[in-house]
């Protein structure tokens, strides 16, 4: 069997196993949902309540970021879904019936990882613009609003988009090499929100470990402009995508190397 055709298998197995799987729906609904709730509120308040704001509260103000306070129910469900692809099927024995239809483990996962990213980019943007748009209605009510063609509104709608998609692949990598989903999870959990609190308790000595957290990372990069405390401790734009870059890289190829050790 040629490259290219164990390729196209492979897409067709992992596409039709990620639509069957129940989870996905459930998840990216319940995420959509929450988020879109906490967006409103929030949004909702800072119009209603932005006579009474602070110069300082006004200037740390982000019209995009603050359509976004929901992202984190996004995060976790997103990278749940990419632990859900790789570690139900060690869960449920499917991987056998999987490796025979596909028994090149390096096209197995590339396949994996090629839908996984490339649906959950979809879902990500879409996700990522619905929000947008509903907490932009909130804020026009008060004319704080903005536009997709003011300044850095487009990338920042479009990065957070792309983030969600970034921690579904982290989550397929972490899946892939842990193979048991509650805790491919908990790791999950610690990355995205238990990391974030050791980085503060690390401020006092440097705030490097705060500049490669996935969860700063997502604060520049799904906001316009970030004000106040925050800029001390957040990465510029481009370390924000490097950290990424660098996150993707590492669990995915260890992910990788653990479904090609399994052919050792």
């Known amino acids: 069997m040629s490259t290219a055709h164990a390729m196209s298998r492979g897409l067709t197995a992992e596409w039709i196993k990620l639509r069957s799987l129940r989870s996905t729906y459930v998840s990216m609904a319940s995420a959509l949902a ?20 602070s110069p300082s509260e006004r200037a740390s103000f982000d019209p995009v970021g603050t359509s976004f ?12 879904l990419g632990v859900l692809a790789s570690s139900s099927e ?28 490339a649906t959950s980019l979809v879902l990500g943007e879409l996700f990522a613009f619905g929000t947008y748009f509903v907490g932009q ?19 920042a709608v479009g990065g957070a988009g792309l983030f969600l998609a970034a ?24 990355l995205l929100f238990v990391a974030y609190g050791l980085g503060r308790a690390l401020e006092s ?22 004000h106040g405390d925050h800029v001390r401790r957040i990465p510029s734009l481009g370390l924000a995508y490097l950290d990424l870059g660098l996150y993707l890289a590492v669990f995915l190829g260890l992910g990788a190397w653990r479904t090609r050790r399994d052919a050792q």
């Not at 991987?95 to 590339?110: C, E, G, H, K």
């Not at 209605?137 to 004319?143: E, G, P, Q, Y």
């Not at 090499?177 to 805790?183: D, E, F």
């Open 69 to 80: 306070d929901g992202l984190q129910f996004g995060v976790l469900a997103f990278g749940i």
């Open 167 to 190: 921690v579904a692949l982290v989550g397929l990598g972490l899946g892939a090499l842990i193979r048991h989903t509650a805790g491919a999870v908990a790791v999950l959990v610690g």
């Open 137 to 155: 209605v909130m804020l026009s009510r008060s004319d704080l609003d903005v536009s997709l063609t003011d300044p850095d509104v487009l990338r």
């Open 205 to 226: 000595w440097s705030y490097l470990p705060d500049r490669l957290l996935l969860a700063n990372a997502s604060l520049v990069i799904g906001q316009v402009h970030v």
């Open 34 to 53: 929450v988020a879109l709730v906490v967006g409103v509120i929030d949004t909702a308040s800072v119009a209603q309540h932005w006579a009474t704001l």
């Open 90 to 117: 060690y869960g449920t024995g499917l991987i056998q019936a999987s490796l025979t239809a596909v028994p090149r483990r390096s096209v197995f996962f590339a396949a994996k990882a090629i839908v996984v990213g």
